[in-house]
DNA sequence: GAACATAACTGATTTGAATCAGTATATTTG
DNA sequence: CAAATATACTGATTCAAATCAGTTATGTTC
């Protein structure tokens, strides 16, 4: 029940018992398999993904089989997408990095909701330029950065905001690391093993921790 | 006045002429001269502002004085950014590059209108998706493309969406152009002689002409 | 209209990053 | 458990693109 759900503040907190019933009512739970597609690019968007567990990297597929990972979402986050209220087609795949539980919910019964109330709207607007902010960011570190600082850049998005600690366990391997960079993998672990010898981090198979924050967040911003 | 503007009905069709008089209120006509700046990224996000006449690039200021110009923007469009609802800043400059006439709309009147006019703040929501999927589009193009297929997304750009024809005269720089792909001018100019070489387009100072459209897809396509 | 500044263009060189070609190490699965 | 497969890693080589160092145009301004 969306009533009592612990991610309701977070993502629904605008909304009325009613308008919160409405999404319910056309709801439903799915658990995914490490590997498993949730949303595939070019596919119809009928519905909106509240993640409760797990986490999913979400990528645009790109040319000659190459990915770029956008983002990596986990419990708590909404995966609507740019082609909601315009095509209503995928714009990218959304693929579960270990088992992930999350909530369907119809995407016409959400933008009715949006319709009904104009401060779920706003917040919804929000979120959308939020993630604009966030993407400006990403064009200049894509773009005006070399290898060092994007590989920099991701270790600080993985630490920060997915794991939120200078020590984890990624779920990703060095290709999707090189598909967040927009690299190859060779190069990526190449960095990789700069950064380590060079005692910015530790790596060990899956397991990072950061060891020189001053000296890393310094290559992140001169590039 | 807004009610008679003749860009009423793209810009606000789904406003009620109350709310037409709410932004109408708080408007104001500003001329620009080529070169000068309309919106400084960094600076207050106070105004919205809708092109009547001329043309303006909007660019991210990035590291070591490097820009990516993001959009070029004329008559009949509006210009807020990612800084509307959020943190109220500009993410982004707007430069003229020949004489522009905006109206400036108050950002807090606007933001009032999409709270009481659902239906404007879904095309908004539209709006803000549809420039979420360019934006993902210029995401391949500029990681995954290598330079001559980058000046051809440009050229087609250009002639598609900024002087909808395949011969114009352009009020851009080479600077600019390199801006827009991502590398130096010297690379952009040494594509453009490329092109013009190998007969794809015709190329004199301002002037560029596409000859061989086919050929030129095939190169934005493959990269 | 000469002097200056800015933009456009060109060639030589350097450098960053991809590609190629492997080996080593996990991880499935028959 | 061995075979197979995927992932991680390493070094040599190639290639794309930036940088450097100019020249040639095209405008500005005194």
């Not at 909106?48 to 990915?67: D, H, P, Q, V, Y």
Request: net charge positive; aromatic share 8%.
């Amino acid at each position: 029940m969306c009533t009592n759900c612990s991610f309701k503040q977070q993502l629904f907190g605008n909304l009325l018992p009613g308008e919160l019933q409405l999404l319910n009512n056309n709801r439903y739970e799915v658990r995914y398999k490490k590997g498993e597609t949730i949303f595939k690019q070019g596919s119809a968007l009928t519905h909106i993904a509240c993640f409760t567990s797990g986490m999913a990297k979400i990528f645009i597929e790109g040319l000659n089989n190459r990915n770029l990972i956008i983002k990596i979402v986990k419990n708590g986050e909404m995966v609507g997408g740019p082609g909601m209220h315009t095509d209503f087609r995928h714009h990218f795949t959304v693929s579960a990095l270990n088992e992930v539980q999350v909530c369907l919910l119809d995407a016409e019964a959400f933008q009715n909701v949006i319709k009904t109330n104009s401060k779920f709207a706003l917040a919804m607007m929000r979120k959308m330029n939020k993630q604009g902010i966030l993407n400006f960011e990403k064009f200049i570190n894509l773009t005006q950065k070399q290898m060092p600082g994007r590989i920099a850049d991701a270790i600080f998005y993985l630490a920060d905001v997915v794991h939120e600690n200078d020590s984890f366990d990624v779920e990703i391997s060095r290709q999707d690391l090189a598909d967040m960079t927009a690299m190859t993998k060779e190069s990526a672990i190449r960095i990789l093993k700069e950064f380590k010898d060079a005692k910015l981090i530790q790596v060990e198979g899956n397991h990072f921790e950061i060891l020189n924050k001053e000296a890393l967040r310094k290559i992140s911003l001169t590039g």
